[in-house]
Each structure stands twice: as structure tokens, then as C-alpha cells.
């Protein structure tokens, strides 16, 4: 099953102030989620969004929707992205 790939507001600021050389291995391992969710993929519990996928230092927090679509709501590093928002 292929998936399409949306990012949100949030995500692309991520994204701009992430270094390019990383940034260019994140879009090299989105294209490989969009093939049968293929990577590190962890479903979270007690957690929004419900997915992680892991490269390297960073975390891409998304969720599937029913139509065949991966929304993904932050790219954030590490040791930031599980800590409770406000």
C-alpha cells in the first residue's frame, strides 16, 4: 500500500531550521514511509500524534488518516519531541 505525504504548518518550520544535510536524509526516509510504512515506525502510546518515525537524532510525529494519507505534525529533535506541550 503506497501513502501520500502531508506536512503540516508546523512541520515545515521544523523542517527550514533543521541542517540541509539532514533535512535531505528526512526526505530520503519519507519516500521510503510512503511504501508500506517501511523504517523505524513505532505506534506511541497515550500520545498525539500516534506515530514516530525514527532517523537519527530526529522524529517525525505523524498520524494515518483512512484515505491513504500520512499527516506528519512535527520533525523535531529527540530529546524535544515527547515532552508535554502546554
Same mark, same amino acid.
Given at each position: 500500500? &503506497?501513502?501520500? *505525504?502531508?506536512?503540516? @504548518?508546523? %512541520?515545515?518550520? /521544523? #523542517?527550514?531550521?533543521?541542517?540541509? &544535510?539532514? %533535512?535531505?536524509? $528526512?526526505?530520503?526516509? #519519507?519516500?521510503? +514511509?510512503?511504501? !508500506? #510504512? =517501511?523504517? !523505524?515506525?513505532?505506534? #506511541?502510546?497515550?500520545? &498525539? @500524534?500516534?506515530?514516530?518515525?525514527?532517523?537519527?537524532?530526529?522524529? *517525525? +510525529?505523524?498520524?494515518?488518516?483512512? /484515505?491513504?494519507? $500520512?499527516?506528519?505534525?512535527?520533525? *523535531?529533535?529527540?530529546? /524535544? %519531541?515527547?515532552?508535554?506541550? =502546554?
Amino acid at each position: 500500500m &503506497t501513502y501520500d *505525504i502531508v506536512l503540516k @504548518p508546523q %512541520a515545515i518550520k /521544523d #523542517l527550514k531550521m533543521i541542517p540541509k &544535510t539532514d %533535512a535531505k536524509h $528526512i526526505f530520503n526516509r #519519507l519516500e521510503i +514511509l510512503t511504501v !508500506d #510504512l =517501511k523504517g !523505524d515506525v513505532k505506534q #506511541l502510546t497515550n500520545f &498525539t @500524534p500516534e506515530y514516530r518515525l525514527r532517523i537519527g537524532n530526529y522524529r *517525525i +510525529l505523524f498520524e494515518i488518516e483512512s /484515505d491513504n494519507k $500520512i499527516v506528519v505534525y512535527r520533525i *523535531i529533535n529527540r530529546k /524535544d %519531541a515527547y515532552k508535554k506541550r =502546554k
